[in-house]
């Protein structure tokens, strides 16, 4: 997935799922500058980390 793509989601107000590793999660928040997006697993909000936007996967 690219930067603009993350944040076309993140402002979505559909839902699209995406994955972390095969896992499902949910964009909180994108970073151009870094290239990165504050996710948490789906379920899991307390559990967030920043991950590269390019290891996300829509499904």
């Given at each position: 997935m690219d930067?603009?793509?993350?944040?076309?989601i993140l402002r979505?107000?559909?839902?699209?799922?995406?994955?972390?590793?095969?896992?499902?999660?949910?964009i909180d928040g994108v970073d151009e500058r870094t290239a990165t997006a504050r996710v948490h697993i789906?379920?899991?909000p307390a559990n967030s980390m920043a991950v590269e936007v390019g290891q996300l996967e829509e499904k």
């Open positions: 930067v603009k793509r993350a944040q076309e979505s107000s559909e839902k699209i799922e995406v994955q972390y590793k095969g896992q499902p999660v949910w789906e379920g899991n």
